[in-house]
Structures are given as structure tokens and as C-alpha cells.
T-cell receptor
């Protein structure tokens, strides 16, 4: 039982490149989230999906897009990466009590 | 706008001591208050949570104290151990409305427990 799986774990991009961060959960939870973690800033919500077929902006959505492909998968896309998007990205799934997080993707944009 | 404010940013405690981390919130619609523990290189993991209808919840060495009128809640770690050294996040969520399910996090506290 893997819980929440994120791929890749590490990525280096050049400014202007695009990429998609993948997230899949096997807990059958309705809600899924993408957060970014930066030193001293805590975890900031980028986008979330309360249920399959719906997505909503969080606190810091600019420069990102998401797709809730099905109940299991929620992907985050950077269309044109910028150095300000260097961060650790976490996907989470939630149903009722507490959210379960993946191991994170460490993204560096140079 | 930071809806959940957490302090201190870092905390150093001796083994066996009590670690106390505080959070304050602004949105009175919040009705679920979890704490997460994060070790380096790992994702945050749910530690303990409380709803505003109780003033205290205890699980082992971890206790949440909640003050609804002051809009504050805190995590107490009794008999702190070196293995408790981690980053701790408070969070808040509301059950209804357009923000249903969204978890808003504090800035995090880096706890170091010296042996």
C-alpha cells in the first residue's frame, strides 16, 4: 500500500522549459492537493481538487496548471519554468481526517 | 495574507524537556486543526488533530491545547526525545463553503532536541 506516490523525486529544469509532476494515490480519497514548500514559508497551496472533475486555485496558482485525470491521479504542470518556481512540491490526498502526503519532488530551475 | 501564524520559527530543547509550539488563526470558519511532523527528505505526516468543541486532546506525549475565544492552539511535546527532532506544522481547515477541505498551514517550527 503505497499511499501517495509522486514522480519524479528530483528534477532540474532550464528557465522556460516545461514539465509535469505526477501524483497518484491508492487510498480512494476524493480530495487531492498540490503544495510547495519553501524555507520559512511553510506549505503553500497551489491548486486543489475537492473531487474528480473539479479543480480550484489555491494561494499561489500563478505559473501552474493542474489536471485531475481520474480519482487516483492529479498532475501539476509548469508551462514555462522560472527560477522562482525552485521549490519542493508535495502532493496530498485527503478524505475526512487529515491529509496524506507524498515524498515530494525537489525541483530546481536554473 | 497569512491565515495561520506559527511560532517560534525554531526551538531547541533538552532531552526530557517540554516543547511548546504556538499557532494563531484568523478565520473563524476553521473547524479542524491538525499538526504535522516532517523529517528531512520526507513528506509531512499527520501527528494529532483537534476540533473546536474540545479544549484539549492528548495522544501519548503529544497534547493539543485549544483556545477558541483567543483563536489560538498549541502543541505540547512532553518528555521530548532526540527522535522528536523534526519540523512541525500547524494547519487549519474548514468543513463547508467554497474552501471545503483546504488545509492552510503555518510557517513551520524546526525542533531540535539535544541528548
Amino acid at each position: 500500500n503505497a499511499g501517495v506516490t509522486q514522480t519524479p523525486k528530483f528534477q532540474v529544469l532550464k528557465t522556460g522549459q516545461s514539465m509535469t509532476l505526477q501524483c497518484a494515490q491508492d487510498m480512494n480519497h476524493n480530495s487531492m492537493y498540490w503544495y510547495r514548500q519553501d524555507p520559512g514559508m511553510g506549505l503553500r497551496l497551489i491548486y486543489y481538487s475537492a473531487s474528480e472533475g473539479t479543480t480550484d486555485k489555491g494561494e499561489v496558482p500563478n505559473g501552474y496548471n493542474v489536471s485531475r485525470l481520474n480519482k487516483r491521479e492529479f498532475s501539476l504542470r509548469l508551462e514555462s519554468a522560472a527560477p522562482s518556481q525552485t521549490s519542493v512540491y508535495f502532493c496530498a490526498a485527503r478524505e475526512g481526517r487529515g491529509a496524506f502526503f507524498g515524498q515530494g519532488t525537489r525541483l530546481t530551475v536554473v | 495574507q497569512q491565515q495561520v501564524k506559527q511560532s517560534p520559527q525554531s526551538l531547541i530543547v533538552q532531552k526530557g524537556g517540554i516543547s511548546i509550539i504556538n499557532c494563531a488563526y484568523e478565520n473563524t470558519a476553521f473547524d479542524y486543526f491538525p499538526w504535522y511532523q516532517q523529517f528531512p527528505g520526507k513528506g509531512p505526516a499527520l501527528l494529532i488533530a483537534i476540533r473546536p468543541d474540545v479544549s484539549e486532546k492528548k495522544e501519548g506525549r503529544f497534547t493539543i491545547s485549544f483556545n477558541k475565544s483567543a483563536k489560538q492552539f498549541s502543541l505540547h511535546i512532553m518528555d521530548s526525545q532526540p527522535g522528536d527532532s523534526a519540523t512541525y506544522f500547524c494547519a487549519a481547515a474548514q468543513a463547508g463553503g467554497t474552501s471545503y477541505g483546504k488545509l492552510t498551514f503555518g510557517q513551520g517550527t524546526i525542533l531540535t532536541v539535544h541528548p
